[in-house]
């Protein structure tokens, strides 16, 4: 199975994220690749690398299991599997699964911290549409 199989298996290595339906849209920073700066999107992104600075994308940002963000993230949806330093603005949702790792604060309509996640920060969900 590659890494976009299908829309609902991201890779073998983060199917804790079956589920979430991707567009045909997609990117991915793979493990070696460190970026320094603004990065933004017009397609869902999967991190498996390092960005540091600001995420900006407007579908879904997973940051799979070897991904490291010490950046701020806006995006309209965020899973996060690896680690990130700094805060998360989830249009729609931010999901924090198992060996999941967030330092910083959490903005969205919808949280979901999984049992095992690592969390520090406060959560507003004040935004959230009746």
């Known amino acids: 199975m590659g890494v976009w199989s299908s829309k609902n298996d991201i890779q073998n290595d983060s199917s804790i994220v079956t589920g979430s339906s991707f567009s045909q849209k997609k990117s991915v920073i793979g493990k070696t690749i460190i970026i320094n700066g603004e990065v933004e999107s ?8 390092r960005i540091e600075g600001l995420l900006k994308a407007k579908g879904l940002v997973v940051v799979g299991k070897n991904g490291v ?11 996060v599997i690896g680690k990130v330093n700094g805060n998360v603005n989830g249009v729609k949702k931010v999901e924090i699964k198992p060996d999941g790792i967030v330092n910083g604060n959490i903005t969205s309509q919808r949280v979901v911290l999984a049992e095992g996640a690592i969390f520090k920060g406060s959560i507003d969900m004040s935004s959230r549409e009746n």
Not at 69 to 79: G, K, L, P, S
């Open 42 to 49: 017009d397609e869902e992104i999967l991190v498996e690398g």
């Open 69 to 79: 963000v010490d950046a701020e993230i806006e995006a309209t949806e965020v899973i």
